[in-house]
């Protein structure tokens, strides 16, 4: 089954520095998500990227999505401390069923 | 507004009980989906619920089962608990099935001894 694989899985940076986290995936998808997950708590939604879409932004975040590599990268911009969490994607085919990689655990330092 | 609700919040079980989660949807969002976060295993999906139907189901045994009800409500219930059943059960509802973000619940830390 298809699964997100981020790449590094461990990101140690200061405050105001751009933090960038990649995901692979081996099947064909729907769409392609993000998470942040403080502490062990519940998920928060970041960005969704279509398929058909190459590039989106949000905010400090910018996402990107190569289905011809299976790849997408997200991009924190000027990080904060408020940004130290773990971040996952995860793969849709178009039925609700996320496949979550490992996610990346990123510390901001102030 | 409000988010999803998962409850109870905490719960510490022993080996071979069963347990009964519960998810609240936010209003209007009709399906309901399942996750374990566990260290080793990460997020793995469990299923999920749609107009009352289990439209998907995770490659977990038996034991593991749902349902979903009128008000799309959702709960899941785990029965003969084993020690590798410990983890945060996280809870997340959309819209509408396929394509859409999920909005995930605190989830429910789940330690059985």
């Known amino acids: 089954s298809q699964q997100g694989e981020e790449d590094p899985q461990a990101l140690s940076i200061q405050e105001g520095e751009n933090a960038t986290m990649n995901c692979s995936y081996k099947?064909?998808?729907?769409?392609l998500q993000w998470y942040r997950q403080n502490s062990g708590r519940g998920l928060v939604h970041l960005i969704l990227?279509?398929?058909?879409?190459r590039e989106k932004h949000s905010g400090r975040l910018r996402v990107t999505l190569d289905t011809s590599k299976k790849s997408s990268s997200l991009l924190i911009t000027a990080s904060r401390a408020a940004d130290t969490a773990s971040y996952f994607c995860?793969?849709?085919?178009?039925?609700?069923?996320?496949?979550f990689g490992k996610g990346n655990q990123v510390v901001v330092i102030p | 507004k409000a988010g999803v609700t998962q409850t109870p919040r905490y719960l510490i079980k022993t080996r071979g009980q069963q347990v009964t989660l519960s998810c609240s949807p936010i209003s209007g969002h009709r399906s309901v989906s399942w996750y374990q976060q566990t260290p080793g295993q990460g997020l793995q999906f469990l299923f999920e619920?749609?107009?009352?139907?289990?439209?998907n189901k995770g490659n977990f045994p038996g034991r593991f089962s749902g349902r979903q009800f009128s008000n799309s409500r959702s709960e899941m219930n785990v029965s003969t608990l084993e020690l590798g059943d410990s983890a945060l059960y996280l809870c997340a509802s959309s819209p509408d099935t396929g394509s859409y973000e999920q909005y995930f619940g605190p989830g429910t830390r789940l330690t059985v001894t």
């Open positions: 099947t064909s998808i729907n769409n």
């Open positions: 990227i279509r398929s058909n879409e």
């Open positions: 995860a793969t849709d085919k178009g039925n609700n069923r996320l496949a």
């Open positions: 619920y749609f107009s009352e139907t289990q439209r």
